[in-house]
C-alpha cells in the first residue's frame, strides 16, 4: 500500500545527502551563532544553506494537491510523498526551515493556499513560500483551555472598514523571529452565533500599533530562539476588513483544516527524531564498557534497542497509513487516524529518546547531544495542537461511531 514512488525515492536520496553535507556537521556552528549574539536575530548559517536547497529542488516540499490543486506553489507531492522527507528533515529540529518546511509557517501557507484570497496570497503567501518572510499563529490563550477552540475569549469586532481586535494569546509559535512580519490570530466576531460559528481567523501585520510582545516563554528552559514561543497582547488593534480569512464564523472550519496537516507534519518529525535517538542509542552502546563489556552486550541494554526498533516501525506504519487516508479520503475523513498518530509519534518519541538518555547517562542529560531537546521537544508535542485526552477521545468517538454506538441515547 505503501510503495515510495520514484520521484520521492530521488527527493529523499537527496535530502539525506544534503543533510550528511550542511547539517550535522554543522549541529555545533548552529548553536555557536545562535549564543554568541543575539539569540532573537536570524542565523547566517540558516540564510547561507537556504538557496543551496533551493537550487537543488528541495524547497515547498510540504503542499499537497488538495491545497494546491493548480500546482502553483510547490512539486504537489502527497501526504504520503511527503513523509518519508519530513522524517528526514525532523531528525535535526532547525533542518526544516532551510527547506522553508517549517512549523508553524507550513500550515499558515497552507492556510493561505486553501482559504486566502488572491490580494492575500500575493501580500503573505508569496513571500512566506519565497522564505522573505516568516508568520505566527495566534490561537492559544492563557484564561482558558485551548485545546477546545470554542473556549477562545478573544474578540474580532467590526468597525466600519475595519476590524478591532483585543487579546491576550500565549505560546504564538515564530513570534520571536525579527523576519516574522504576520500571524494567522483566532478570535470571536460573534459570540453569540452557533457554538461552531463564533470564532473567525484574521491576517494580523506582527507590526500592527498595538501588537505587543510580552514575553519568549520557555519550554524546559529552551527557548527555541531565533524561532520561539511568545505571549502577547493585541490591545485595539485595527486591521483592514479585507484581512479575514474566508468571512466570518469560518475560524473553526479552517482550524480543523489547518491542524490536520499540521499534526501530522509534527508526528512524521518526530520519527526522525526517534530513529535519530535509536542511531544515537546504538553507537553508543557499541562503543561505551560498563563492567567489564559493551554495553550493547547487556541484556537490558539489547531489550531497550528492540523496543525502540519495533516501536518506531509500527509508529511510521501509521504515520503513512494516516497520510495515506488524507490523500484519499480527505483531512475531515481521516480525523481517526490522525488523532491516533497525534497521540503515539510523540509518546512512541518519549520512550526511545528516553532509552537513548539512559544509554548515555550523564551526557544524554547534558548539552553535548541533541536528546536533552529532543525530550522537551516531544513532551511538548503531547500539548501543542491537543492534547492526548483530546484526540483519545477522538478515535474512541470514531470506532464506537462506526460499530453504529449513539452516545447521545440515555
Not at 77 to 103: D, H, K, Q, S
Not at 121 to 145: D, H, K
Not at 305 to 330: F, K, P, Y
Request: with cysteine; hydrophobic share 40%.
Amino acid at each position: 500500500m505503501f510503495d515510495v514512488s520514484p520521484r520521492t525515492r530521488d527527493l529523499h536520496a537527496r535530502l539525506t545527502a544534503f543533510m550528511d553535507e550542511h547539517i550535522y556537521p554543522n549541529e555545533a556552528e548552529f548553536h555557536r551563532q545562535v549564543n554568541d549574539g543575539n539569540r532573537w536575530e536570524h542565523v547566517e548559517l540558516i540564510e547561507d544553506l537556504k538557496p543551496h536547497a533551493r537550487e537543488q529542488g528541495l524547497w515547498n516540499l510540504f503542499l499537497p494537491p488538495a491545497s494546491d490543486p493548480r500546482g502553483e506553489f510547490g512539486p504537489g507531492l502527497t501526504n504520503l510523498e511527503y513523509a518519508p522527507l519530513c522524517e528526514v528533515m525532523g531528525r535535526v529540529w532547525w533542518a526544516p526551515e532551510i527547506f522553508n518546511c517549517n512549523a508553524p509557517d507550513t500550515g499558515n501557507m497552507e492556510v493561505l493556499a486553501r482559504y486566502g484570497t488572491p490580494e492575500q496570497q500575493e501580500q503573505w503567501l508569496v513571500p512566506l513560500l519565497n522564505g522573505e518572510i516568516r508568520s505566527a499563529f495566534s490561537m492559544t490563550e492563557p484564561e482558558v483551555a485551548s485545546s477546545d477552540a470554542t473556549n477562545i475569549q478573544a474578540s474580532i469586532q467590526r468597525d466600519g472598514d475595519d476590524y478591532v481586535i483585543n487579546a491576550r494569546k500565549w505560546w504564538t509559535s515564530g513570534a520571536g523571529d525579527p523576519r516574522c512580519a504576520v500571524s494567522i490570530f483566532m478570535g470571536k466576531t460573534d459570540p453569540n452565533a452557533e457554538r461552531h460559528l463564533q470564532q473567525s481567523m484574521i491576517l494580523v501585520p506582527m507590526d500592527a500599533p498595538g501588537v505587543t510582545t510580552e514575553r519568549m516563554l520557555t519550554v524546559f528552559g529552551y527557548d527555541d530562539a531565533p524561532h520561539g514561543h511568545a505571549e502577547m497582547t493585541f490591545e485595539n488593534v485595527r486591521v483592514p476588513a479585507s484581512s479575514i480569512l474566508l468571512g466570518e464564523g469560518r475560524g473553526f472550519e479552517i482550524a480543523q483544516g489547518r491542524l490536520g496537516p499540521g499534526r501530522i507534519h509534527h508526528c512524521m518529525r518526530l520519527i526522525g527524531q526517534a530513529e535519530r535517538a535509536l542511531e544515537l542509542m546504538v553507537e553508543r552502546a557499541s562503543q561505551r564498557v560498563a563492567f567489564g563489556k559493551p554495553l550493547a552486550a547487556h541484556q537490558h541494554v539489547r531489550e531497550a534497542i528492540a523496543h525502540s526498533r519495533m516501536e518506531i516501525d509500527q509508529a511510521r506504519l501509521l504515520t503513512l497509513q494516516a497520510a495515506h487516508m488524507m490523500d484519499t479520503v480527505g483531512n475531515k475523513a481521516a480525523r481517526g487516524q490522525i488523532a491516533a498518530i497525534k497521540v503515539v509519534a510523540p509518546n512512541v518519541a518519549l520512550r526511545v529518546i528516553d532509552r537513548a538518555i539512559q544509554i548515555f547517562g550523564g551526557a544524554g542529560v547534558s548539552q553535548d547531544t541533541p536528546l536533552a531537546m529532543m525530550y522537551a521537544q516531544a513532551r511538548t508535542l503531547r500539548l501543542a495542537d491537543g492534547p492526548d485526552i483530546v484526540h483519545t477521545e477522538t478515535v474512541a468517538k470514531e470506532e464506537l461511531r462506526a460499530r453504529g454506538v449513539d452516545l447521545r441515547r440515555r
